[in-house]
């Protein structure tokens, strides 16, 4: 089983609606998550990070976390062309040591 | 510029060669995470450094695999003899010191593409 799942994607939605990206997670004592979104070639840059249960907004982004069904999720209001990018999920692990363990990523499509 | 700088952005080598990849972190940051992406795949942990101590290697591979970060100077990821199968971008991320009750974000640099050729 993976540690850090995602759909792969392609999720296309239209200009101005809103895009769902959904991630699970296996280790119940992971206590900390982060959205990254990469564009093709480039690096990742992190987008929202999440470490309580419930809702956290910054602009048009919305990271919401569940830990009881282990399940985190990114919304995105508004989705406009740009943001056209892969989405990558990460937890960090209940080790301690800062290790990052990321999904595979889900591929989002923003048509105009 | 005040993020997290890597170096060289490119680099390739022939089979049996060194890679030696530079990380500066980000001002104020004093950890220093290794990733590596390989074509098609998702970003996987390597190694986590502080100053002159590495913390935890559980993702380098065994053999031929070293990182280190000086107390100057930037953390280096070094390969030796390398093979195809390490072409892959090999990113660096940089985090403050951790909290016990904060999150730990890392904040990646360009990364560094190596091609074995």
């Known amino acids: 089983q993976k540690e850090v799942e995602q759909n792969s994607g392609p999720l296309s939605v239209p200009e101005g609606a809103i895009a769902s990206l959904n991630c699970t997670y296996s280790?119940?004592?992971?206590?900390?998550f982060f959205w990254y979104r990469q564009y093709s070639g480039k690096s990742p840059e992190l987008i929202m990070f999440?470490?309580?249960?419930g809702d956290k907004e910054d602009g048009r982004f919305t990271a919401q976390l569940n830990k009881a069904s282990q399940y985190v999720s990114l919304l995105i209001r508004d989705s406009q062309p740009s943001d056209s990018a892969t989405y990558l999920c990460?937890?960090?692990?209940?080790?301690?040591?800062?290790?990052?363990?990321f999904g595979q990523g889900t591929t989002l499509q923003v048509k105009p | 510029n005040a993020g997290v700088m890597q170096n060289p952005r490119h680099l390739v080598r022939r089979r049996g060669q060194e890679a030696r990849l530079r990380c500066s972190p980000m001002?104020?940051?004093?950890?220093v995470y290794w990733y590596r992406q390989l074509p098609e795949e998702g970003l996987k942990f390597m190694v986590y450094?502080?100053?002159?101590?590495?913390?935890?290697e559980s993702g380098m591979p065994k053999e031929r695999f070293s990182a280190e970060f000086p107390k100057e100077g930037p953390s280096i990821l070094r390969i030796q003899q390398v093979v195809r199968g390490d072409s892959a971008a090999y990113f660096c991320?940089?985090?403050?010191?951790?909290?016990?009750?904060?999150?730990?974000?890392?904040?990646f640099g360009p990364g560094t593409r190596l091609t074995v050729t």
């Open positions: 990460a937890a960090h692990g209940s080790s301690n040591t800062g290790k990052l363990i």
């Open positions: 280790d119940r004592g992971s206590q900390s």
């Open positions: 001002k104020g940051h004093s950890h």
């Open positions: 999440i470490y309580s249960n």
């Open positions: 991320a940089s985090s403050r010191v951790m909290e016990a009750s904060e999150a730990y974000e890392q904040y």
């Open positions: 450094l502080q100053k002159e101590n590495i913390i935890d």
